[in-house]
Every structure is written in C-alpha cells, then in structure tokens.
C-alpha cells in the first residue's frame, strides 16, 4: 500500500510541476513584506477554493488554515512562510520581482508553492489518509515578534492540536533532488541589540572639551567581545555581531552626541542567554561609564533555539531516504541563523528540514538573502511530493 501511495505521489508531483512553476513565479514576482502579505493572502486563497479546500484566514494579519479533511481522529500540521524581504533583485529573470526593492530572496516563494502542492496531492489522496491535516500559511517570519509566535497567541492549536509539525526551507549550497536534516538543537535562538550611546560632542580638534562618543562606541564594542571570548562556555555555540553603527549628527570635524548601534546576539542555550543580556547591558554601560559618556541598552528577545524532536526527525529522515533514495538525504551540522519555526517546536514536536534549491552546472549558487537568489525549480516537484509523502505516512 505504501509503495502505491509513494509512486502515486512522485507522478502527481511530475504531472503538476508545470502548475508549480507558474505558481512559484507568480509569487516571486509579486512579493510582499512582513505582516503586509494582503494579495499574497488572497492569490493562495483562490487556489485553495478552486480545489475545494477549507480554510480560515486573517491570523495574524494575513495568515491562512486550512485543513485537508480525512475523517481521522488525529492531525498533523505542514508550514510555509509568505513574506518577503526589503532587497532589490538583481538576477535578470523574466520572473524577476516587479515590486520595487522588495524580494523572495529567502524562497518563502518556493515554501508557499510546496506547500501548495502538497495540499493539492494530499486533497486528491485524503480518502487514504491516515489522519487529517492542517496546512499553515503563516505571515511574518522575517520580523519580530514572529508570525508563528502571534498564530500561537491567537489560539491556533488550542482548538486541535496536531501530534506534530513538519516544515521545509530552501537550501542553495545543496544540489535540487537532496534534502537535509539533523535531530536535536539545529538553529540558535536570536534577539537584537539596539544601544544608544551618549557623551558631549563638538569640534574634533578639540578633544579635551568633549566627551568622545565615537571613541566610546568604538570601545564598548571590542569590550563586549569578552561575553562570548572570556564568559561563554566553548561547548555552547554563541555568535555577538555588531551590524550597524550611526552618529546622530558628525563629520570629519565634528563629534556627535549620540552613537546608535544595532547588533545580533544569538545562541543555543536558555540559561546563558539570559546572563550574556545581563553582561551586554553591564559591560556597555560600565565602559560608556569609564570613558564619562552613557549607554542606552534595549535587548529584544527574538526567535528561541529550534529543536528538532528527535523520534519525530528519525522518522522524518527515515521516510526522505525512503521517498529520494539514501544518498539524496543528509545530515546537516547546526546553524546560527534562527526561525521562528522554533515556536512552534516548543509547543507540539516539530522538524525542520533543508531542500536543495541549487544546481552548480546551471550557476545557481547564490545564497538566501542575496540580491541574486534563484533555485533550480525542479525542487519544486521534489519539495511538494516529499512534503505530501512525509504528511501521509505515519510517523511510528
């Protein structure tokens, strides 16, 4: 039965892969930012009418839940994101984005038409179902506090909550027809650091009469080194970056007032995330401090670790070898970038998984968040059949 069901899956994934393209492309070329998917919302909703697939929307803004009925008792939950990031595309396509300095750049394109896709496969197959699924389209990954976040506040598995939840993400360092996975931590959690720092300006020549407020961001920026260098654990990953830096005021001759920075502060692990804020603020303003200026600290918590539950990933991994063959499926190492999947994985078990999206031989090597992303689109016959495979196989 399961072999039936798997090679019903493979040619229904072929015979729709054209629908996929034009899917995909519709959605790249009309991309919407966080929290601002309005006709990205309403394009996925025509699609899920004409197939006749139920559906609520309006969560968190612009969300969609549908539901693929199989008469089960049990559920489990399939996610793609829909927005997209403030880039200017510079890759030449015909399907280039036509919304000025806006862009799918990380593939949420590509993770709504998979999802799409499995949606139309699993609605023709859902008499065989093993149990009912919900399908999220989910708004605002990219920016805080996180669609998936607000979705969870709003009570969306408080009325049936699936066993679990499975969602995919583009991966262009691996070849189309591959998939990655790893069990356990996977990604760190991430907040944002914005600083203020304040002292006396005015002219440059004149140091003695003015409190250096570009010396003292300068300072408190290599001090702040010493949280992750003389504080962390080694065996903890743990990333301090500092992104942006911009005087308020200033010139060549002229020391401003006010220094403002943004930094990222990312990790796995609870405990020391929360003494690493306690030692960003402390360190900041005692360095401000020592050098006569001031620090303004605001540490917003952001997305937290991913963790892939592990029986859930051992089955999950079990059927990509099953669906793609042992050597199209491998294992991944952790990573600093964060998602706010992770949400959803601290409420029911989840895994998140790569797809590969690139092809060497035909250039498509760029990475996500480039101006230049592009996939090889035969991962989206990949990406749909395996997410509709990996839904209607049971999981133990």
Known sequence: MSHQVKQQIKQCASEIWPMLVETRRHLHMHPELSFEEVNTSIYIRSLLDKWEIPYTHGWSGHGIVATIDAGQKSSIALRADMDALPIQEHAGHDYASTVEGCMHACGHDVHMTCLLGAAYILNKLKGDLPHNISLIFQPGEEKLPGGANMMIKEGLFKRNKPAHIIGQHVFPSLEAGKVGVRSGLYMASADEIYMTIRGKGGHAAMPHDIVDTILISSAVIVALQSVVSRNADPAIPSVLSFGKINSVGGAT????????????????????????????????????????????????????????????????????????????????????????????????????????????????????????????????????????????????
């Open 253 to 396: 001759n002229v020391v401003p007032d006010e220094v403002k920075m943004e930094g990222t502060f990312r990790t796995m692990d609870e405990p020391w995330r929360a003494q690493a804020h306690t030692l960003i603020k402390r360190i900041a303003n005692e360095t401000a401090q020592a050098y006569g200026g001031s620090a303004e600290v605001d540490i917003q918590k952001g997305y937290p670790c991913l963790i892939n539950d592990s029986a859930l990933t051992q089955g999950v991994r079990g059927k990509m070898v099953d669906y793609l063959g042992v050597d199209n499926v491998v294992d991944l190492p952790i990573r600093m970038t964060s998602e706010d999947f992770a949400f959803y994985t601290q409420v029911i078990p989840g895994c998140f998984y790569r797809l590969g999206t690139g092809n060497v031989s035909k250039g498509i090597t760029s990475p996500v968040h480039t101006s230049t992303f592009d996939i090889d689109e035969k991962a989206l016959e990949v990406g749909a059949g395996l997410l509709a495979w990996l839904a209607f196989k049971p999981t133990t």
